[in-house]
């Protein structure tokens, strides 16, 4: 039998009990983590930050907002700007155990 299209030479042929795919198929990889699920993960760590003299635990997203806030009180515009940006995202002044209040308009109201 001569070789050529889909007739492969004798020695490049699969032999008798080998497998046309020896390693087999990859294992697929864990089920991969959203960006969200990992940028809450890594905001909600726990570091060490020097404040005062002292050592103090908080998470790093508390600590991203305290340098975000010192800057902009040192008069940087960028971080002004992002503050600003932030303090729409979460408006009022909510402390641990506050009661949350909403405002509805009267469209809201109607619904």
């Known amino acids: 039998m001569s070789t050529g299209y889909r007739n492969p030479p004798k020695a490049n042929r699969f032999k008798k009990g080998q ?49 975000i806030h010192t800057l902009a009180l040192n008069k940087d515009a960028g971080a002004a700007r992002l503050l600003h940006q932030i303090r729409k995202h979460f408006p009022g002044s909510a402390a641990p155990g506050d009661k949350f209040i909403t405002v509805l308009s009267d469209n809201d109201m109607k619904l």
């Open 19 to 67: 497998s046309g795919n020896p390693k087999g198929r990859p294992r697929q990889a864990k089920r991969r983590m959203s960006t969200a699920y990992l940028f809450r993960k890594v905001a909600n760590e726990q570091v060490a930050i020097e404040l005062d003299g002292g050592e103090v635990m908080m998470t790093r997203w508390e600590a991203l907002l305290r340098q």
